[in-house]
T-cell receptor, first 115, second 115 residues
């Protein structure tokens, strides 16, 4: 079975500082991994995804993530935080082929950006 | 194509009442998914359809929950005899057949509050 663990339910950074949100995965097959962002009372917006190929993936709004098989990690980063980045972020993994696009999500990390 | 549409956006009901939510997927997508997200948690898979066939149901989907997709287009999720524990955001997503999550699109969700 596939699962993801997000370390830190709340992360606070200063505007302009590096954002690092951690995600570790467990998967019995090569994983497809995702990061979603959710603003209050809204649905999920896809930030980026790793399927195959290049392990450093770039997403929207300046975010990127690196797939590290040796560390079973897929941490999300952004060099310089902006106030508009304050939201909840979810890491997710898709189960193997034949899984019907079903995602398993982590419990989320609430990002707070301070002046 | 305006994306995945959910109706209503918000629903407040009294305990014991029945509620029904609607999801309209992206028109060319033959797969449709329902997820539930409680406060402070990531979305959890409930069920999914391929065309009109319900292919998988989570253990979270108790007997009080029923989902349908009668013509393989829109879907409804009904909760009978609502309980306070049913209060959550109900998210719908759709995808074409195939893939492992990279073609999944979410709606904005229906926020249910059971008083």
């Amino acid at each position: 079975a596939q699962s993801v663990t997000q370390l830190g339910s709340h992360v606070s950074v200063s505007e302009g500082a590096l954002v690092l949100l951690r995600c570790n995965y467990s998967s019995s097959v090569p994983p497809y991994l995702f990061w979603y962002v959710q603003y209050p009372n809204q649905g999920l917006q896809l930030l980026l995804k790793y399927t195959t190929g290049a392990t450093l993936v770039k997403g929207i709004n300046g975010f990127e993530a690196e797939f590290k098989k040796s560390e079973t990690s897929f941490h999300l980063t952004k060099p310089s935080a902006h106030m508009s980045d304050a939201a909840e972020y979810f890491c997710a993994v898709c189960r193997g082929a034949g899984g019907g696009n079903k995602l398993t999500f982590g419990t989320g990390t609430q990002l707070k950006v301070e002046l | 194509d305006t994306g995945v549409s959910q109706d209503p956006r918000h629903k407040i009901t009294k305990r014991g009442q029945n509620v029904t939510f609607r999801c309209d997927p992206i028109s060319e997508h033959n797969r449709l998914y329902w997820y539930r997200q409680t406060l402070g948690q990531g979305p959890e898979f409930l069920t999914y359809f391929q065309n009109e066939a319900q292919l998988e149901k989570s253990r979270l989907l108790s007997d009080r929950f029923s989902a349908e997709r009668p013509k393989g287009s829109f879907s409804t999720l009904e909760i009978q005899r609502t309980e306070q524990g049913d209060s959550a955001m109900y998210l719908c997503a759709s995808s074409p057949e195939g893939g492992r999550g990279e073609k999944l699109f979410f709606g904005s969700g229906t926020q249910l509050s059971v008083l």
